[in-house]
């Protein structure tokens, strides 16, 4: 298993993209809270993630609403079937935690759900930051509330583009 890293600028600030094998199986925010540690990303080499890069440039620049990108999510069965649904979220949308639980069919399950979308390996692509609390607030965020509270004004059009939000 070959594991390689770079770091990317961000208007969110700096990105760890991380692939395995090739494949994208990391996008990690400075102080994110399930950070894995540095040591585990493996040589530092851009070479796997031109298309990463692509896309994340699109989207921040607002002319990318949804990532078509190959994702090796590595997790708990049920954690693979909520990032899984969070994939399914709309650019611009949001959804409860127990939304989500209902659409897996686990009504019980917000918790869980929870629990889950909060070790998400791959931020912004796999969009843990459309899910809010079933009041509508904003509940917690592995990159910081206030990462996700811009993230959200971008997508919902409330802000400019994201060179605005820096």
């Given at each position: 298993m070959e594991r390689l890293h770079t770091v990317i600028d961000s208007p969110y600030g700096p990105l760890t993209l991380v692939a395995t094998d090739g494949v994208l199986s990391g996008l990690y925010m400075t102080e994110q809270r399930h950070r894995p540690p540095e040591e585990t990303f493996g040589d530092r080499d851009p070479a796997p993630f031109g298309e990463t890069i692509g896309q994340l440039a699109a989207y921040f620049a607002g002319e990318l609403t949804e990532f078509d990108l190959p994702l090796r999510l590595d997790g708990t069965p049920f954690q693979r079937t909520v990032w899984q649904e969070l994939q399914r979220i709309p650019y611009g949308e949001t959804r409860s935690y127990g939304q989500l639980a209902d659409a897996l069919g686990k009504?019980?399950?917000?918790?869980?759900?929870?629990?889950?979308?909060?070790?998400?390996?791959?931020?912004v692509i796999v969009p843990c930051h459309r899910v809010v609390g079933a009041d509508g607030s904003l509940t917690g965020y592995g990159g910081g509330l206030d990462r996700k509270k811009r993230l959200l004004a971008f997508e919902g059009g409330t802000e400019g583009g994201a060179d605005a939000l820096f």
């Open positions: 009504p019980n399950a917000s918790r869980a759900v929870g629990l889950a979308n909060g070790k998400n390996p791959i931020g």
